[in-house]
């Protein structure tokens, strides 16, 4: 396995259509795993932008009026290029605006990789997720028990959409209808801090552009990468360091990661 | 005293409109004490997401035409809810857009708390603050001397707004009209940093959230949390560490606090 | 050389119109220098915050059509006041707008200095530069065996458009058409984080504020420090620590930079 030594070498350019909530940890985690970032959100400068680039991230959390007109312009603009294509459809179901542009966006491009907490993700499936602000409803949350019932219906929105599903939370699920990673990596401390979610879609992006031949690995992987980075930055955490040191020491670990060390440290199975 | 647990069981979602420098920031402390951000600011989400939200914070850091209606929308619509309302009027005094908005914001809408430094409260209160671009200017410092004259005018200016008024720097005060915490927890490398007063506004708001019912104790526990949390940072700091990873320790140290180390560290009297 | 020592005196007040990106470490850098940033970007706003200050910075990482106004309306005011200007033309030659409006800044409006990587700086010398997103081209990369030709076209772009000329990237370049300062600090991993470049912009910017009488010895000192603080931040990073942290610890190293550490550590020439 040479995912992260591929996205080294091939270097792709992620344009990145995102919240300034989390922007420049979005930057920095894309330049930690080898690739380069450029955002760009003004409709007369994104189809320039989005033209040099190699994929292109849509994420929803700060949206308005200005730059939603840029998300499909960049968007129609980068799937005519045959870029890939990502959205992250932070809080969706938690506002009425967000959820109509989510699946507004979802009819009007194809996206490769449609990536979310459950509750976003059931929102757009017509499932009625309970969205607690950009967090998930813990009435949401997948189990043991209904995991089984859990990747059926993400397979089943998966065909439907044409898109790579992932969803992140304790257990994450990556599917393109066929086959389903089911992922356990990751650190519950990764609830505390903002942006995991952000920084994922972006990689994500970056490794989805490197592996294009094996989209559906090549996001599993980015997902592994992430929850294992949460796993080897919390064991290196002192005491008197919290969640802010915590969401820096993820990037060092994406930064300092391995694919003998995702390897090792990657836990999924596949259904 | 259980401040921060209830903080911590209640996990109050708080609806943040702020500016683009510290918003990161805002978000991980808002994290770190327990309760979840959540960032919205176009005229057509801000309903919604207040809505779900239990209070709302409004800075005016980086105010701008679009972000501005966006405010009034979402005050008068957490106001309507009863939700905490809190106003952090960021370089009042330092442009008349600042100052206007500001002091229309007041009159349109009721804050439960107003936080600022001490020229722009000063400004706020029409005692012509000398507000330094979003610094306090030194002319306006309180010291021991003006102490208890500052005091006054702050519990007159809490009584005529209805609002708790929180005034932080070297010595912080909240009142609200009746008694005032005076408060000498923090320490000075805290002024090195961007965005601490923004953080402790959006805490504050958090704290209020969770402690409705004796809003003044709650805001002044927050200011207490924030200037414990500057010292303990500080104590970790090593000889090579600078204000940037200071900045992140003052979140960590609040993500660490217990009530216990709050009893123990607050530095305050009431007046 | 008391070149840090007398930014701490003057503690000059930098106007940041600048991208959402890499505003917080922008922010923090000023701060660690000794200055005071204040970030404003509404066209009504712009006039009254630029006039309190002593420099102004306009970076177009993240431009867009309300904010590009914002530009000429500040930068007009800051040249009218004689304040310290300096442009940071992010992406051009990435995108048609980035190029027109940089070019179009430098048309209206007197910059003292001009900072870019050198595809930018080509891109705006009509030297058709190859910028790769918000990166230099490889292709462009300057080496010994261009070094004197770079350093003479550099020189003549200087004097064409009366502006100090700064370039970095592996080697940096401070030239104000007679002088050229060649300095060769910096580590190699400062590529993989992002926003170095703005954050020297907004440093430089201070820098000049409080050493106007000699503005080329002030912007290249400002480079120096740029680059020793990561040389510094590099021999702190632990092995389990990467881009993120290490992004952090620049901001540091300038905060605790001395004079003497500058004047043992900048590695320069004038040509």
Known sequence: MEIIKNVRQKM???????????VNDVANIVLACGASPIMSDDKKDVEDITSICNGL???IGTL????IKSMFIAGKKAQSLNHVLVLDPVGAGASRLRTRTAVKLMKKIHFDVIRGNISEIKTLAGKSGMTKGVDADSSDEVNEKNLEATVEWLKDFSRKTGSIIAVTGKIDFVTDGQKCFVIRNGDALMKSITGTGC???ALLTAFVCAGKENSLEAAAMAVC??????????THLAEYEGNATYAKRIIDAVNNMT??????GAKYEVR
């Open 12 to 22: 792709p350019l992620v344009h990145c259509i995102t919240n300034y909530v989390t």
């Open 57 to 59: 991230c849509i994420n």
């Open 64 to 67: 308005n009026a200005r730059t």
């Open 199 to 201: 920084q994922l879609s």
């Open 225 to 234: 990468v992430m929850g294992l980075a949460g796993e080897i930055a919390k």
């Open 259 to 264: 694919d003998e060390e995702l390897e090792d």
